[in-house]
C-alpha cells in the first residue's frame, strides 16, 4: 500500500474511535495517544521468518501490554516484501515501554 492510503486508511480509523468516544460519552482514544506507521522492506530469503515475528509480536503486545491500544500488520499484494504496520498507543510511555519488551526485542 502506498503511504496516501495508509495515511487515509489511519485517518478513518481515528476518525471513527473519536466518533464513537463522542457518542458513547467516554474516550476510547485518549487525547494523548500516539499513531505510528511503519514501512518496512523485508528481504524475501527471510519473509517468512518476518511474518512469523510480526504476528507473534503483535500478538503479544495486544495481550500482555494495556497500553497497545490497536496493532496491525498489512502486506502489499504486489510486492509481499513491503510490510506496512499500523500502532496506535495511549501515550508516549506506553511505546517506550513497548520497545523494551522482550517479545519487541527479539
Same mark, same amino acid.
Given at each position: 500500500? *502506498?503511504?496516501? @492510503? $495508509? ?5 478513518? +480509523?481515528?476518525?471513527? =474511535? ?6 458513547? &460519552? ?9 499513531? *505510528?506507521?511503519? @514501512? $518496512? ?5 527471510? +519473509?517468512?521468518?518476518? =511474518? ?6 503483535? &500478538? ?47
Amino acid at each position: 500500500m *502506498r503511504r496516501a @492510503e $495508509i495515511c487515509l486508511i489511519s485517518m478513518i +480509523l481515528c476518525a471513527a =474511535l473519536c466518533t464513537a468516544a463522542q457518542t458513547e &460519552r467516554q474516550h476510547i482514544m485518549p487525547p494523548e495517544s500516539i499513531v *505510528r506507521v511503519s @514501512e $518496512i522492506t523485508v528481504d524475501p530469503a527471510h +519473509l517468512q521468518e518476518y =511474518l512469523s515475528f510480526v504476528s507473534e509480536c503483535g &500478538r503479544e503486545s495486544m495481550r500482555l501490554e494495556p497500553g497497545v491500544l490497536f496493532m496491525f500488520s498489512m502486506q502489499d499484494k504486489q510486492h509481499p516484501e513491503r510490510i506496512t504496520i499500523l500502532e496506535i498507543y495511549s501515550g508516549r510511555a506506553a511505546y517506550e515501554h513497548h520497545i523494551q519488551t522482550p517479545h519487541f526485542q527479539k
